[in-house]
């Protein structure tokens, strides 16, 4: 489950609208762990479906309207009043949170997340 994997200090500033993202991403979440429990019994196989491509497009359309959300997501994230903005001042709060694989070395994509000293934290970088 996704809240398991966000730490305690992160939840506890928490506002509604983090409930609201949250229950939104569990929700999603937990609908995609059904559909693979479900796919596995006998005739619920994708490839056993009548309507193949209607279901293709109809997810398709769900994909974009998600990709909609994540866009609109990363641009708040990304608004200068944003508390996660690099350019606002560090609190209290943020601890820096060091991006390690086991050799010591970043893993492949990360390698710039800390560039402003600030490392990762809060709730958007524990679920994405």
Known sequence: MIARRIPDAARDRDTSADDCALDFL?????SLWILEDTRRAEGNAFRDAARQRDHINELRRLLRR???VLLD????ALSPDHPDHPSRPLTAYDKPVAV???SGRPPAGVAGLGSQGRG???????IM
């Open 66 to 68: 998600l990709h909609d």
């Open 120 to 126: 990762l934290r809060g709730r958007a970088s524990a």
């Open 100 to 102: 390690r694989s086991s």
């Open 26 to 30: 569990c929700d999603l979440d937990e």
């Open 73 to 76: 997501w990363e641009t708040d």
